[in-house]
Structure formats: structure tokens, C-alpha cells
């Protein structure tokens, strides 16, 4: 069986329509075929500021969210991250050989520490990506399932395994990217050429997963489209309407040509009622169980625990090999 790996940061109080579509379906559509690690990363969550009573209980609550949207833990290896201390041991080698200008171009640093200047942005937000590779690296998967924004950081990870490989033998798989056609990227509703985000989409522009089904609907009601009044999928012209569809062809898993061909002549309030309803009845009962399940904290951090057992039996015998390989000399 082949092995993925994936991670969802506990930030906000609500994983997002853009994560549920973009990763989390594709992680519970991968369990059945491979061995799957599925983890929250909360070390991650700490790059910037965090409140630690609420980074806590998020933390569960992503969790539970996993599990409510379908991660089978008979099935799936599910864990915390900062429970399995080989993910930040593994981070360090792969930090000193990592080159500081490799680090300085990806993207989404740049993005980040724009917003408050390189001086407020922290070390541990410059070497995100470098986390990122060792909580891929760690599981030798062939594959790792993600939303499109994830793809540069997913590169370095190969590289990095690529280049260690190469200088002290193998010890890393070269993993890749499963990136979906559809879900892979969706845009905020009231700005739909950036992509839906907790940190930059105004709340009207988000879906939020534990929403309830009002402010759902009005939200998607609202969804900036156009003047125009036709259905198109056309992304440069018509962003907003290839939003909406792109949401629907997901969640009901018809081709975009199909639907296009479903509302000839329809207006967008037609697209918008469509999606509204198909989104409320995909996460409703998402949101009842997560709420279920964080009425029993201590089973969920009992499944945590089990997880984090799991994983590390597969993490600490790649980081025995990589300390073994860089010339660490082995405790007595
Ligand atoms: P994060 O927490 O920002 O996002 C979690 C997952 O959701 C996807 N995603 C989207 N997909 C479609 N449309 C959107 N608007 C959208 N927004 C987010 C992301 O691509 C991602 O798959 N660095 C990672 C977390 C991480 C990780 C890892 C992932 C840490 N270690 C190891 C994979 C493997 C992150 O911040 O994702």
C-alpha cells in the first residue's frame, strides 16, 4: 500500500470551504487505497502569534472536524504533530541543507511577512517550509494531497529529499503532490480571484465548515458574479460564476460542462440556490458531529494519543537512519 501524508493548520475556529474541498475530501477519498497519516500541525500554528488556551482547543477541534468529515482513525493514522517531537528533530537536519535563498523564495513567506514587515515576521514562519518537508519526509509517503497553494512548498520537500538522498544516501522516498482538478483552489465569494482564506478573506467572503445553514445560504446568496447574466465557466471573465460552479461540480461531482449545460438560460440566482443548498447539505452533518465529538475531549485526545503512537513508530525509524546517516554519534 501506498503511504500519503497531509496536515491542516488548527487556525480560526473552522476549517473552510476552500480546505474542505481543496484537501479534506481528497484525504478521505485516499484512506481506502493507502496507508494514510493525517496530522494537525500545531507547531506550525505557532510561526505567528497564538493564544495557547485557544491554539489548545483548536487543536481538538480540527480533530474532530477530521473525523466529522471523514477520517476513518481505523482506517487513517491521526495525530498532532507537536506529539510526535521527530517532526521537529528531522526539521533541523533538513534546515542545514536548505539554503537560505532556496527558503526566501517560496511564496507564501513572502505573502505572510508582508503583511506585518520582514521584522515582525518570526524565524520559525521563514522555515515553515522546511517543517512542512520533515512532516512529509518523515512518512516516506509517494504522495501527499493538497490544494494548489501547497505545491511550492511540496517542491522543496522533493528537493530536499533529492539532495539528502544524494549527499549522505538513501534514506528519503521523493513524495509528490496529488493536487485534484476540481476544489483544487477556491476563490473568496466577495473577491473571487484571491483564494478563500481565513487570514485574508473578509467573513463574508468565507465559508466556514461549523457555519450554520443562514448564514451559509446568505453568504453564497451574496457571492459577487457579474453583469453579464449567462453561466459560463470562464475564469478570467467571470470569476465569481466559475467559483460557484467549480463548488457545485465538486460537491456533486458533475463534470463543469454538464452543469454549464443544466442552466442554459437560467439566471445566477438559480446557480446560487443550487450551491447554497448542496454546500448546507454537505455540512451540516459535519457540523452536528464535530460538535459530538467535542462533548468527549478525552476520547478525542485518547484517539490523538493512539495516533501519535502510530506515527511515531514509522518517524523515529526514519530519523534513526538520517541521524545514522549525517554521522551522529548513536546514544550508548
Ligand atoms: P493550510 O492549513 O493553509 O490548508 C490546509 C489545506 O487546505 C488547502 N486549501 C485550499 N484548497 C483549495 N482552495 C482554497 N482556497 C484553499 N485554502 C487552503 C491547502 O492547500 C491545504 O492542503 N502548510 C500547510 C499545512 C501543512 C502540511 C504539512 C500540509 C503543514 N505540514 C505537510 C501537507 C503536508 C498549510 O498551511 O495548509
Not at 59 to 76: H, L, M, N, P, W
Not at 152 to 173: I, S
Request: net charge negative; proline share 5%; hydrophobic share 40%.
Amino acid at each position: 500500500r501506498q503511504r500519503v501524508v497531509s496536515g491542516m493548520q488548527p487556525s480560526g475556529d473552522s476549517l473552510h470551504l476552500g480546505n474542505y474541498l481543496g484537501a479534506l475530501v481528497n484525504w478521505v477519498k485516499s484512506q481506502d487505497e493507502h496507508d494514510a497519516f493525517f496530522f494537525i500541525p500545531d507547531l506550525h500554528a505557532i510561526t505567528v502569534p497564538q493564544d495557547p488556551a485557544e491554539l489548545r482547543a483548536r487543536t481538538r477541534k480540527t480533530a474532530a472536524q477530521y473525523i466529522a468529515g471523514g477520517i476513518d482513525v481505523e482506517k487513517s493514522t491521526l495525530f498532532v504533530q507537536s506529539h510526535v517531537p521527530e517532526h521537529a528533530q528531522l526539521a533541523w537536519v533538513l534546515n542545514c541543507i536548505t539554503g537560505f535563498g532556496e527558503a526566501s523564495r517560496m511564496t507564501q513567506f513572502k505573502d505572510k511577512s508582508a503583511k506585518g514587515g520582514q521584522e515582525a515576521a518570526s524565524v520559525g514562519l521563514f522555515t515553515y517550509p522546511v517543517l512542512m518537508a520533515a512532516d512529509i519526509l518523515l512518512y516516506q509517503p509517494h504522495g501527499v494531497p493538497v490544494g494548489d497553494d501547497q505545491r511550492q512548498h511540496v517542491e522543496l520537500a522533493r528537493d530536499l529529499a533529492q539532495r539528502f538522498n544524494h549527499r549522505y544516501g538513501k534514506a528519503f522516498t521523493v513524495p509528490q503532490a496529488l493536487i485534484q482538478k476540481e476544489g483544487a483552489r477556491i476563490y473568496d465569494l466577495q473577491n473571487p480571484t484571491s483564494k478563500m482564506s481565513k487570514s485574508a478573506s473578509s467573513p463574508n467572503g468565507l465559508i466556514n465548515i461549523l457555519d450554520d445553514s443562514k448564514t451559509v445560504t446568505k453568504r453564497i446568496k451574496s457571492a459577487v458574479t457579474d453583469t453579464d447574466t449567462v453561466i459560463a465557466h470562464d475564469r478570467a471573465n467571470k470569476p465569481g460564476v466559475t467559483n460557484l460552479l467549480e463548488i457545485l461540480s465538486t460537491l456533486t461531482e458533475t463534470p463543469i460542462p454538464d452543469l454549464v449545460a443544466g442552466y442554459e438560460g437560467k439566471m445566477y440566482g438559480h446557480l446560487k440556490v443550487d450551491v447554497a443548498e448542496a454546500v448546507v447539505a454537505r455540512i451540516e452533518p459535519i457540523r452536528t458531529r464535530t460538535l459530538e465529538l467535542l462533548d468527549d475531549p478525552a476520547e478525542l485526545d485518547r484517539l490523538l494519543a493512539r495516533g501519535a503512537e502510530k506515527a511515531r513508530e514509522v518517524a523515529s525509524a526514519t530519523l534513526a537512519d538520517v541521524y545514522d546517516k549525517v554521522g551522529f554519534l548513536p546514544l550508548a
